[in-house]
């Protein structure tokens, strides 16, 4: 029997995505470290059917400018209102090439990353990020449509 999952990653909204899987947990213990090239299909993968407990801390990668946290502009600052409300530690590096983001997500060590296009689907089809079950995001209807469903950011694969 086919089942059709969705693989979405979208470049500005994948550190929101994520953040119920860093801070919320998940049952699912899949991680993949790929083998770097693009293939006809994105590895096997499931998504979270559930939030488990959480870690406490999201390490992401993002732009410059992504995750402000007041440290350049004290008027702009969206991590700390963020880490208040839910007692979760947001650890952010920045990127500064697409190259460089799809390198440090490979280690494992991050859970989540503003991606450009190009490298969201290299990370995609090399296997380094999981499908994202939105079911489990309450706020994904309020995520910008233009951010969701695109062809640089999600992958239909029928398995």
């Known amino acids: 029997m086919d089942r059709r999952t969705m693989v979405r990653a979208a470049p500005v909204a994948a550190a929101v995505l994520l953040l119920a899987a860093a801070c919320g947990g998940s049952d699912s213990t899949s991680s993949a470290s790929g083998s770097g090239g693009a293939a006809a299909a994105p590895p096997s993968m499931a998504a979270a059917s559930s939030v488990g407990t959480g870690e406490?801390?999201?390490?992401?990668?993002?732009?410059a400018g992504y995750a402000?946290?007041?440290s350049n502009d004290k008027t702009v600052d969206w991590v700390t209102p963020f880490e208040k409300q839910t007692g979760c530690q947001v650890n952010v590096k920045i990127g500064n090439t697409s190259d460089e983001m799809v390198t440090l997500m490979k280690t494992g060590?991050?859970?989540g990353v503003s991606a450009s296009g190009d490298a969201t689907l290299r990370l995609i089809y090399s296997g380094d990020v999981a499908p994202v079950n939105t079911d489990l995001v309450p706020n994904y209807a309020s995520v910008a449509p233009f951010l969701k469903d695109?062809?640089?950011?999600?992958?239909v694969v029928i398995w």
């Open 56 to 63: 406490g801390q999201l390490n992401i990668i993002a732009w």
């Open 68 to 70: 402000e946290d007041g």
């Open 109 to 111: 060590q991050y859970d």
């Open 150 to 155: 695109r062809a640089w950011n999600s992958v």
